[in-house]
């Protein structure tokens, strides 16, 4: 193993004040405790928990108990530190927090990873789990077990990692732990005795809670003489230093200086920043297997979601990820709302889905919207904290289309076949679409719906998820109030508004969870939008037959309530397989707005002009038709 001095590093810190403020935060490190740490004294461990259950406050009590932060009588969610975070007051990102506990009058290092709880984020759910041995299962006492629980249980499960139920909110007046514990024992079979109360507000239950975690979470099984080798669970990018990686070490140590490298490349680095995360960094010079800490190696050190930091002295160079490729479950397309701020847009991309490695970004042009991106997420609502991340984190306003889901299509004629170098591919963009005569078979992903609901709203439920072309599986009763169902869903027909209508309809009582069923065969077509017959490529869908005629007349009215008049008049055709499904005219319209102000005022007359010339920015030119810029945006939305 290579032990290259410490001061090694030096040669390496470019940037001379950031060198001296880490010479500043070594001193006054305690890093003489981490020199010291067994393996047989971490414990690797998540909170899981359906969205609102209490995650951050818990994290918080936790981190106050641990003395890592003042007891405060504030909700301070410390781990929630993006603005989306704090002002949607959810978690996006998974926050990693090392604390010391003394137990039995042994110092233990704990490692914590907040993870957030929403659907579209359960990818760094998944990726937290990786690093952990056990998860705290919190499951709020009033609420009870919701979509989610069932969710987060069934990954802990997946993974091996022993899970300690807790209830949370137990301070609540109406708080029912019992009946709780009831659910958690006739849904997973836990043992009520297992179970531990905690109200994370008040901070009744949270030095047990601690306990059972070191006394029933095991040790990291790793290995702390082999060579060095740890996976990369997240990144960040800092503006002095480069990527940040947090990475979970499976073998051997690390120190400051130490010559490492990628699997991914044989090019070696010295390892510059070393920290724990507590959770501002507390920089240290060495950090055992068993461990989570922030590495980083320089500007141009590099670091990536998933790849594995290895000892020089490792020769394998073909061992595989243990994260799951990441699935993405919407796309939409994102544009520069000039585009002159084309180079700005595409930097603060590429730096926002370093940090979010759950997007993919692929380079995309449209004739109305000019050059952009297609991108990937993992849901609408992983969809719009990007947005507004983009905005506030970089300041980079973008425009972005209506969302749409990935389609597996499988070709037929060798021709086309060879073309694509496939007979089977996934289209992310309604136009990529073959032509009907090119295509054997259509496949649409679905998606294992869960819900939790009360009784009274089974046929309301039953009702939404037969429209949205669902099909029922067997549901089962939690207790005499609460009833899970689960149903086969097309997942166009969830990812646009169906929580939303769920919500509505159960008076906000029901949970929604889904996860990936595949791609399954269906009868699809692809719907087009001509404006006085000229195809508007961006307004092409895919669409189900059963849907066609709805969809045609849903899109032609929306689209004659979002066009302005005009000085010629408008056809509006939605056509599918060469016939007509729906049809509306705009008529047409005169042009000088001013016109019915000869010799009156002239102000009024330039501020109208203005206003006139303004409005015409916006607005995209189509076949002589000028069509405001977001109708390309929010017509396809329901
Ligand atoms: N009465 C009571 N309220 C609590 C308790 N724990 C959390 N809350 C409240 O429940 C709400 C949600 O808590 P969070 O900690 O933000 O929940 P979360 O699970 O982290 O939420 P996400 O990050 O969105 O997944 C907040 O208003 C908390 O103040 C508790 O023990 N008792």
């Not at 709880?117 to 952990?132: I, K, L, P, W, Y």
């Not at 020089?312 to 520069?336: C, D, R």
């Not at 595949?518 to 001509?530: N, T």
């Not at 501020?607 to 303004?614: N, P, V, Y």
Request: charged share 20%; glycine share 6%.
């Amino acid at each position: 193993m290579s032990t290259k001095p410490v001061n090694k590093i030096y040669d390496h810190v470019n940037e001379p004040y950031l060198y001296v403020n880490y010479i500043i935060q070594r001193m006054n490190s305690n890093d003489s405790g981490n020199n010291k740490l067994d393996r047989k004294k971490i414990r690797n461990f998540s909170i899981v928990a359906h969205v609102d259950h209490g995650k951050s406050t818990l994290a918080d009590r936790l981190l106050e108990i641990t003395g890592v932060i003042k007891p405060s009588n504030e909700n301070a969610q410390v781990l929630d530190q993006l603005q989306v975070e704090k002002e949607r007051g959810i978690t996006v990102k998974a926050v990693t927090a090392s604390l010391n506990y003394t137990y039995n009058n042994e110092s233990y290092l704990l490692n914590l990873i907040d993870t957030p709880g929403h659907v579209d984020f359960s990818n760094e759910v998944v990726r937290s789990v990786t690093a952990c041995q056990g998860v705290v299962l919190l499951v709020d006492a009033n609420e009870g077990i919701q979509a989610q629980t069932v969710a987060v249980h069934s990954l802990a499960k997946r993974n091996n990692l022993t899970i300690i139920p807790t209830l949370n909110k137990v301070d609540l007046p109406r708080a029912d732990p019992d009946k709780v514990k009831s659910q958690l024992n006739s849904l997973f079979n836990i043992d009520p005795n297992l179970v531990l109360s905690v109200s994370a507000k008040k901070g009744w239950g949270v030095k047990e809670l601690l306990e059972a975690i070191i006394t029933r979470i095991p040790p990291p099984d790793v290995d702390p003489n082999a060579h060095f080798k740890a996976h990369i669970i997240d990144t960040w990018h800092d503006k002095y230093r480069g990527v940040l990686c947090l990475a979970y070490i499976h073998a051997g140590s690390v120190e400051i200086g130490q010559a490492v490298k990628w699997q991914s490349s044989t090019k070696q680095h010295a390892v510059k920043y070393l920290a724990m995360l507590r959770p501002t960094e507390e920089p240290i010079n060495k950090a055992i297997a068993g461990q989570v800490v922030m590495v980083g190696l320089g500007p141009k050190g590099g670091g990536s979601v998933g790849d594995h930091l290895l000892s020089v002295e490792v020769q394998e160079n073909t061992q595989s990820s243990p994260l799951q490729a990441i699935k993405h479950m919407v796309y939409a397309g994102i544009f520069p709302a000039d585009q002159s701020q084309h180079v700005f847009l595409s930097d603060a991309i590429k730096k926002l889905a370093l940090n979010d490695s759950a997007v993919s970004v692929n380079v995309d042009s449209s004739p109305a919207l000019g050059q952009g991106w297609r991108v990937g997420f993992l849901g609408l609502l992983h969809l719009d904290v990007f947005t507004q991340r983009l905005l506030q984190e970089h300041k980079a306003e973008a425009i972005l289309t209506a969302p749409s889901v990935p389609y597996k299509i499988k070709l037929k004629g060798a021709k086309i076949i060879k073309q694509y170098k496939s007979d089977e591919i996934i289209i992310t963009n309604p136009l990529q679409l073959p032509e009907p005569q090119h295509i054997e078979e259509y496949y649409e992903p679905l998606v294992i719906g869960t819900i939790i609901t009360p009784v009274e709203y089974i046929g309301a439920v039953t009702t939404l998820c037969m429209d949205r072309r669902g099909v029922p599986l067997p549901s089962k009763a939690l207790d005499d109030q609460m009833t899970l169902m689960q149903f086969v869903l097309p997942l166009s027909e969830v990812v646009i508004d169906f929580h939303d209508t769920l919500k509505s309809i159960t008076s906000g009582f029901a949970s929604f969870d889904y996860q990936d069923h595949g791609f399954h065969a269906s009868a699809l077509v692809r719907l087009d939008i001509l404006l006085n017959g000229t195809l508007v490529e961006e307004l092409s869908s895919i669409v189900h037959t059963s849907r066609l005629q709805y969809s045609a007349r849903r899109l032609t009215e929306k689209l004659k309530e979002m066009i302005p008049r005009q000085m010629v008049q408008i056809a509006i055709q939605a056509v599918a397989s060469g016939k007509v499904y729906a049809r509306e005219t705009i008529k047409a319209y005169r042009k000088d707005v001013t016109a019915k102000l000869y010799g009156g005022d002239v102000t009024r007359r330039k501020k109208l002009l203005k206003q006139q010339a303004e409005g015409k920015k916006k607005m995209r030119s189509i076949a002589n038709i000028k069509v405001p810029r977001d109708t390309f945006i929010d017509v396809l939305k329901r």
